[in-house]
């Protein structure tokens, strides 16, 4: 009877049968380069850089400048992280974060709202393209991939009459403050993201909410013949995603101070590839927050360290999609393994499990809580 | 067959499809507490009748139908569900990325603790505890996809008892073995004895009649919509099950032909892949060579293997002298290999295309003039294709998705005998197809045969082998156990020769399995 030893956590991933007792070696499994090689390549890479570029990398400008930007990044990331999971694709989300801005700015500017009532605004725009697009993909039954790609089409081409072209400029002093104020000599927007992580962890860890949409993208089939209600939660994925990027949209604004008609425009790229990479950190296979924020900042470190030393602008570009790429292939890799390997290695420990149980199953082991 | 003991009871149970009569007179009695196997050829009605009871179908007409006494409308989903039935189809129906525990609280409902935290504490003690009732030690946080394939259907079982002391009565398990490798299946029968020993019925289909033997204590048999036998499993011998089951008198089959001496055509020399184990064969040109074998008896790579379409481990495939490349469907083709592959709509044809279009598209060249794909050209190749298969309708524009399974196996063929191919190989050709087309098919297959070309079938169907072959292998347990020829070739024979070569499996696979 395999119990496990940590009753806070969702469910680790193991491989075999692992034995509550068997501390050190879960503390190794969760230590494992398969899991969390996202940590150590940050660890090299910083130290590479550290090493290389001293004067450089490790200033507090650097740093502080990487966090600020990388928050919205990270936000727009973090709401993609529920499409995905749900087994939908939403590339309208840079468009939603260019337009959102552009609403923010168009109604604070142009039809004199306050600007928070504006910030509302953006994000009910933001929840209408979800809708739109679950109205296309689950009502409709048009591919995601395709749907999305037409409604990003669509808002770009919106962005475009409203900005008609310009950079939308004169926002309030004190909405701009928000990048601009440090706590710790960080900047606010790091912490709105840190915030954001911590309650989308939250839904999607550890509330009923988050496995049924792990459900329906891990075998839609399944899971509504389990019960879930399947076409909901992409309705309901497709929202969520689509307000986080309005959020994310807002703090751009802050940190820009202007709405333009190529806002956005660059972040489906950086999103997905941090999206898809921190699918292979913490649970390998999974889409998950924490995996998606690591890729997000691993991702920017390294681009930022080779920016600084001196190589040219084309080499981001070049780097985050050979980073996807990989990350698609290396999960698919992955898998085949993970689903051939314990097969050979179960077979043999069936031939076992026949045999009386070497612990009695009633003795619940020292790690286990179960009243 | 009422009597007190009875749990499920149903009998005089009807049901037609257009054209075809599924169940004549279906009758099935399980036991509260029994493991009751339900046996049959294919087609012999019992796979209709679970459809009926899980409310898939909807009967024409029943005699009786009760559960406890209590009669219910047979053809209700909902009406099986309240009355404690539980199915486990082929396929689970889990979500692999998923581990046992949550593929279990998915479906019972997750168990919430404040701001709907999920209690994981509480969800793993109830899991738990199920599992130690069932004696089932299974790994349930790793995702269910990396777990062999027993656990996997041992926890379908678990998930579709969760609810068992509110109202699980009976356990009906749609071919649970199918996909088991041997040594894993007994794993499952303990499992499913607990669950009896609960008090719990459980039905189960099967085609392995060893089985039956093993776990069974009471079988149905099916034979052509008809219940024939509902026996103690221990009254039993295995081949008057077989019989039971056959039950019919051996026919005359034509017989072609034997071709002696022949020239040969197609090589195998040890050739190896995933459960295939070893084959050997000597493939003489005209001559029409069968495969039998259950599933696991590494039947199903042989053709694949051949083809390109799997890589070989091990062998070597020749062909007029010349080695065939390994894992290349292109060289094998022209080398002069032509394959009908199994599941058409997979792998025959793209089926979005039309008729004339997939008739030509292995070999395009001879279309292909001044720069042009001549239209001309196609339509009037496709044609002489369609005529000569009788493809119905006779135009090459149609869609091959909107053709009959019949048509469509027809230009799958004609696809291949375009090629003019010196060796052709038929994976299940008549999976899907009317009596009508198999006929026609078998006739072209010969026509083809007599001109010259090396035939190898693969096939579940004893009757097409009996019926087509010259001569027939058996397969078990990854290689060639027996050849059967001339006057052996009947389709009970080849029926025989695949139960009892499994049969010896099984008691092989025991036997080691108590040395080690």
């Given at each position: 009877?395999?119990?496990?030893?940590?009753?806070?956590?969702?469910?680790?991933?193991?491989?075999?049968?692992?034995?509550?007792?068997?501390?050190?070696?879960?503390?190794?499994?969760?230590?494992?380069?398969?899991?969390?090689?996202?940590?150590?390549?940050?660890?090299?890479?910083?130290?590479?850089?550290?090493?290389?570029?001293?004067?450089?990398?490790?200033?507090?400008?650097?740093?502080?400048?990487?966090?600020?930007?990388?928050?919205?990044?990270?936000?727009?990331?973090?709401?993609?992280?529920?499409?995905?999971?749900?087994?939908?694709?939403?590339?309208?989300?840079?468009?939603?974060?260019?337009?959102?801005?552009?609403?923010?700015?168009?109604?604070?500017?142009?039809?004199?709202?306050?600007?928070?009532?504006?910030?509302?605004?953006?994000?009910?725009?933001?929840?209408?393209?979800?809708?739109?697009?679950?109205?296309?993909?689950?009502?409709?039954?048009?591919?995601?991939?395709?749907?999305?790609?037409?409604?990003?089409?669509?808002?770009?081409?919106?962005?475009?009459?409203?900005?008609?072209?310009?950079?939308?400029?004169?926002?309030?002093?004190?909405?701009?403050?928000?990048?601009?104020?440090?706590?710790?000599?960080?900047?606010?927007?790091?912490?709105?993201?840190?915030?954001?992580?911590?309650?989308?962890?939250?839904?999607?860890?550890?509330?009923?909410?988050?496995?049924?949409?792990?459900?329906?993208?891990?075998?839609?089939?399944?899971?509504?013949?389990?019960?879930?209600?399947?076409?909901?939660?992409?309705?309901?994925?497709?929202?969520?995603?689509?307000?986080?990027?309005?959020?994310?949209?807002?703090?751009?604004?802050?940190?820009?101070?202007?709405?333009?008609?190529?806002?956005?425009?660059?972040?489906?790229?950086?999103?997905?590839?941090?999206?898809?990479?921190?699918?292979?950190?913490?649970?390998?296979?999974?889409?998950?927050?924490?995996?998606?924020?690591?890729?997000?900042?691993?991702?920017?470190?390294?681009?930022?360290?080779?920016?600084?030393?001196?190589?040219?602008?084309?080499?981001?570009?070049?780097?985050?999609?050979?980073?996807?790429?990989?990350?698609?292939?290396?999960?698919?890799?992955?898998?085949?393994?993970?689903?051939?390997?314990?097969?050979?290695?179960?077979?043999?420990?069936?031939?076992?499990?026949?045999?009386?149980?070497?612990?009695?199953?009633?003795?619940?082991?020292?790690?286990?809580?179960?009243? | 067959?009422?009597?007190?003991?009875?749990?499920?009871?149903?009998?005089?149970?009807?049901?037609?499809?257009?054209?075809?009569?599924?169940?004549?007179?279906?009758?099935?009695?399980?036991?509260?507490?029994?493991?009751?196997?339900?046996?049959?050829?294919?087609?012999?009605?019992?796979?209709?009748?679970?459809?009926?009871?899980?409310?898939?179908?909807?009967?024409?007409?029943?005699?009786?139908?009760?559960?406890?006494?209590?009669?219910?409308?047979?053809?209700?989903?909902?009406?099986?569900?309240?009355?404690?039935?539980?199915?486990?189809?082929?396929?689970?129906?889990?979500?692999?990325?998923?581990?046992?525990?949550?593929?279990?609280?998915?479906?019972?409902?997750?168990?919430?603790?404040?701001?709907?935290?999920?209690?994981?504490?509480?969800?793993?003690?109830?899991?738990?505890?199920?599992?130690?009732?069932?004696?089932?030690?299974?790994?349930?946080?790793?995702?269910?996809?990396?777990?062999?394939?027993?656990?996997?259907?041992?926890?379908?079982?678990?998930?579709?008892?969760?609810?068992?002391?509110?109202?699980?009565?009976?356990?009906?398990?749609?071919?649970?073995?199918?996909?088991?490798?041997?040594?894993?299946?007994?794993?499952?029968?303990?499992?499913?004895?607990?669950?009896?020993?609960?008090?719990?019925?459980?039905?189960?289909?099967?085609?392995?009649?060893?089985?039956?033997?093993?776990?069974?204590?009471?079988?149905?048999?099916?034979?052509?919509?008809?219940?024939?036998?509902?026996?103690?499993?221990?009254?039993?011998?295995?081949?008057?099950?077989?019989?039971?089951?056959?039950?019919?008198?051996?026919?005359?089959?034509?017989?072609?032909?034997?071709?002696?001496?022949?020239?040969?055509?197609?090589?195998?020399?040890?050739?190896?892949?995933?459960?295939?184990?070893?084959?050997?064969?000597?493939?003489?040109?005209?001559?029409?060579?069968?495969?039998?074998?259950?599933?696991?008896?590494?039947?199903?790579?042989?053709?694949?293997?051949?083809?390109?379409?799997?890589?070989?481990?091990?062998?070597?495939?020749?062909?007029?002298?010349?080695?065939?490349?390994?894992?290349?469907?292109?060289?094998?083709?022209?080398?002069?290999?032509?394959?009908?592959?199994?599941?058409?709509?997979?792998?025959?044809?793209?089926?979005?295309?039309?008729?004339?279009?997939?008739?030509?598209?292995?070999?395009?060249?001879?279309?292909?003039?001044?720069?042009?794909?001549?239209?001309?050209?196609?339509?009037?190749?496709?044609?002489?294709?369609?005529?000569?298969?009788?493809?119905?309708?006779?135009?090459?524009?149609?869609?091959?998705?909107?053709?009959?399974?019949?048509?469509?196996?027809?230009?799958?063929?004609?696809?291949?005998?375009?090629?003019?191919?010196?060796?052709?190989?038929?994976?299940?050709?008549?999976?899907?197809?009317?009596?009508?087309?198999?006929?026609?098919?078998?006739?072209?297959?010969?026509?083809?045969?007599?001109?010259?070309?090396?035939?190898?079938?693969?096939?579940?169907?004893?009757?097409?082998?009996?019926?087509?072959?010259?001569?027939?292998?058996?397969?078990?347990?990854?290689?060639?156990?027996?050849?059967?020829?001339?006057?052996?070739?009947?389709?009970?024979?080849?029926?025989l020769a695949v139960l009892e070569e499994d049969r010896e499996h099984t008691k092989h696979v025991r036997l080691t399995q108590h040395s080690t």
């Amino acid at each position: 009877m395999t119990k496990i030893a940590d009753a806070e956590a969702p469910p680790a991933r193991a491989a075999g049968h692992s034995r509550p007792s068997d501390r050190g070696a879960r503390i190794k499994s969760l230590l494992s380069p398969r899991r969390i090689a996202g940590i150590y390549l940050f660890a090299i890479m910083f130290l590479y850089f550290a090493i290389k570029i001293p004067d450089l990398f490790l200033t507090q400008t650097t740093w502080t400048t990487l966090a600020n930007e990388q928050a919205v990044t990270t936000i727009v990331a973090i709401g993609l992280t529920f499409t995905l999971s749900a087994g939908v694709f939403d590339l309208s989300i840079g468009a939603v974060v260019g337009c959102a801005a552009a609403v923010v700015a168009y109604l604070t500017v142009n039809e004199g709202w306050s600007v928070w009532w504006a910030c509302v605004g953006a994000v009910v725009f933001g929840i209408l393209v979800g809708c739109l697009n679950s109205l296309i993909v689950v009502t409709f039954k048009v591919d995601s991939f395709i749907a999305t790609l037409g409604v990003q089409a669509i808002l770009f081409a919106l962005l475009l009459r409203v900005t008609e072209g310009q950079q939308i400029i004169g926002l309030p002093q004190n909405f701009l403050d928000i990048a601009a104020y440090k706590i710790f000599g960080i900047p606010m927007p790091f912490y709105i993201m840190l915030g954001m992580a911590i309650v989308a962890w939250y839904v999607m860890d550890m509330t009923p909410l988050g496995r049924y949409i792990e459900a329906t993208g891990g075998n839609r089939d399944a899971a509504r013949l389990a019960g879930v209600r399947t076409a909901r939660l992409t309705w309901l994925a497709f929202i969520i995603t689509g307000a986080v990027a309005a959020i994310g949209g807002i703090i751009l604004l802050t940190r820009i101070s202007a709405a333009g008609p190529e806002t956005g425009g660059d972040y489906i790229l950086p999103v997905f590839a941090a999206a898809f990479l921190g699918r292979t950190q913490f649970r390998p296979g999974r889409f998950n927050i924490w995996g998606t924020v690591l890729a997000v900042y691993l991702l920017a470190m390294i681009t930022k360290g080779l920016q600084l030393s001196g190589q040219d602008p084309w080499v981001t570009q070049f780097f985050y999609g050979a980073v996807l790429v990989a990350a698609v292939a290396l999960s698919g890799l992955e898998r085949r393994q993970r689903t051939v390997r314990p097969t050979a290695k179960a077979a043999k420990a069936g031939l076992a499990t026949e045999q009386p149980p070497a612990v009695p199953p009633a003795a619940p082991a020292p790690g286990d809580s179960a009243p | 067959m009422t009597d007190a003991r009875s749990q499920l009871h149903l009998s005089g149970v009807v049901k037609t499809f257009p054209g075809q009569v599924a169940l004549a007179d279906g009758n099935l009695d399980v036991a509260a507490g029994e493991i009751h196997a339900l046996v049959g050829q294919n087609g012999s009605g019992k796979s209709t009748i679970i459809k009926l009871l899980a409310g898939y179908h909807q009967p024409d007409s029943v005699g009786e139908a009760t559960m406890e006494g209590e009669s219910f409308d047979l053809g209700s989903a909902h009406e099986a569900d309240r009355l404690g039935m539980r199915f486990i189809h082929q396929n689970l129906g889990l979500v692999e990325s998923m581990s046992a525990l949550e593929n279990c609280a998915l479906s019972h409902g997750i168990p919430t603790g404040a701001l709907w935290r999920i209690d994981w504490k509480t969800e793993r003690a109830r899991l738990t505890a199920l599992l130690d009732r069932f004696g089932v030690d299974v790994d349930i946080t790793a995702p269910v996809g990396t777990l062999p394939p027993a656990h996997r259907t041992m926890i379908a079982i678990i998930r579709a008892l969760q609810d068992w002391e509110d109202s699980a009565r009976l356990i009906v398990l749609d071919e649970p073995t199918a996909t088991l490798p041997r040594g894993e299946v007994d794993r499952l029968f303990a499992l499913m004895r607990r669950v009896a020993s609960h008090g719990i019925g459980v039905l189960f289909v099967s085609h392995r009649l060893d089985e039956v033997f093993e776990v069974a204590s009471r079988v149905t048999v099916f034979r052509d919509g008809r219940t024939v036998a509902d026996r103690a499993v221990a009254d039993l011998d295995h081949e008057e099950l077989i019989r039971t089951m056959l039950g019919r008198s051996i026919e005359s089959f034509e017989t072609t032909a034997e071709v002696t001496d022949p020239v040969s055509a197609l090589d195998l020399e040890d050739v190896a892949g995933l459960d295939l184990r070893e084959i050997s064969l000597n493939l003489g040109a005209g001559e029409i060579v069968g495969l039998a074998g259950l599933l696991g008896s590494g039947r199903d790579e042989v053709v694949p293997l051949i083809s390109g379409a799997r890589k070989r481990s091990a062998g070597h495939v020749g062909i007029a002298g010349r080695t065939v490349p390994n894992g290349d469907p292109r060289s094998a083709l022209r080398a002069g290999i032509a394959t009908v592959h199994v599941d058409r709509a997979r792998n025959g044809a793209i089926t979005s295309f039309s008729v004339g279009e997939n008739v030509v598209l292995p070999n395009l060249r001879s279309l292909w003039s001044a720069g042009f794909l001549r239209a001309s050209r196609r339509r009037r190749d496709a044609m002489r294709w369609i005529n000569e298969l009788d493809v119905r309708p006779a135009r090459p524009e149609a869609t091959f998705l909107n053709l009959s399974g019949g048509n469509q196996q027809k230009v799958v063929l004609g696809k291949c005998l375009r090629l003019e191919p010196k060796v052709l190989l038929l994976d299940e050709p008549t999976q899907g197809v009317d009596i009508g087309a198999k006929v026609a098919l078998y006739t072209i297959v010969a026509a083809r045969a007599a001109d010259g070309l090396g035939v190898l079938v693969s096939s579940g169907d004893s009757e097409e082998l009996a019926r087509l072959c010259h001569r027939v292998l058996i397969l078990a347990r990854g290689r060639v156990v027996r050849e059967l020829t001339g006057a052996e070739l009947t389709a009970e024979q080849i029926d025989l020769a695949v139960l009892e070569e499994d049969r010896e499996h099984t008691k092989h696979v025991r036997l080691t399995q108590h040395s080690t």
